[in-house]
């Protein structure tokens, strides 16, 4: 049956998630972007209009709904627009690409989206609001926890353990049997080949931790 869907947020990462659910008709008929910047309201994205702000979600009580809300420098933004929200959890819509392939028996939290080329090797449970961007590697008994986001590439071997809301970058690698802590940050490219406490980034061949960075600007996409 094709549900109503919101999408909070209208940034970049807002467009790939209407774009997957369109290659989902039978699944989605999208309804309109939330997001709570003001300038943004009535604005049309790819066809489809900014609504209002967040909080709308709560006048449209048949809407499935999908926060498309992430940042290296705020890994935690999706966690608190969720909390913010405070919708129960049938209330939120789980998203795979027809493009992404997904080991049969595998579990997906509510408001978790698996874009194209995603692959989930092996029956394993993701946690809620996961995002895990095109071409992203879950393998064997991986443990992803509720909020991580995955950039494009990024692969997980076998045995990892990704704590809540942890960001890992574009092409990372992460070795079988390591645990990447919560609000964790992972640079592009990096390949971690031992445990990163949680809040830490960590980037680099081997990735090491990177001290005293440099706040990251404030992306339009936490606007919401």
């Known amino acids: 049956m094709t549900r109503p869907l919101l999408l909070v947020g209208a940034g970049g990462l807002a467009r790939e998630v209407l774009a997957a659910a369109r290659a989902l008709p039978d699944q989605f008929t999208p309804l309109g972007l939330l997001d709570d910047d003001p300038v943004r309201h009535g604005v049309t994205l790819d066809g489809l209009q900014v609504l209002g702000p967040a909080e709308l979600v709560h006048q449209h ?6 926060v498309c809300v992430a940042s290296p420098g705020r890994p935690d933004g999706r966690a608190k627009v969720v909390r913010r929200l405070n919708l ?13 392939s997904v080991a049969a028996g595998t579990e997906l939290g ?7 080329g995603a692959v989930i090797t092996a029956p394993q ?8 961007m095109p071409h992203v590697l879950f393998t064997h008994d991986d443990v992803v926890g509720d909020f991580v986001t995955c950039a494009g590439r990024a692969a ?26 919560a609000r964790a940050v992972i640079g592009m490219g990096a390949v971690v080949l031992s445990d990163i406490p949680d809040g830490q980034t960590w980037a680099g061949v081997p990735a090491k931790q990177l001290i005293d960075r440099a706040p990251c600007p404030k992306p339009r996409e936490e606007t919401a």
């Open 88 to 100: 129960p959890a049938e209330r939120y819509a789980t998203l795979v690409h027809p493009m992404a």
């Open 156 to 181: 997980l071997a076998g045995a990892v353990t990704v704590a809540e809301s942890a960001y890992l970058g574009a092409g990372s690698l992460v070795r079988q049997g390591v645990r990447v802590g």
């Open 110 to 116: 509510e408001g978790t989206v698996l874009l194209a």
């Open 61 to 66: 009580e048949d809407a499935l709904v999908l």
């Open 125 to 132: 449970r993701v946690g809620a609001h996961v995002l895990a």
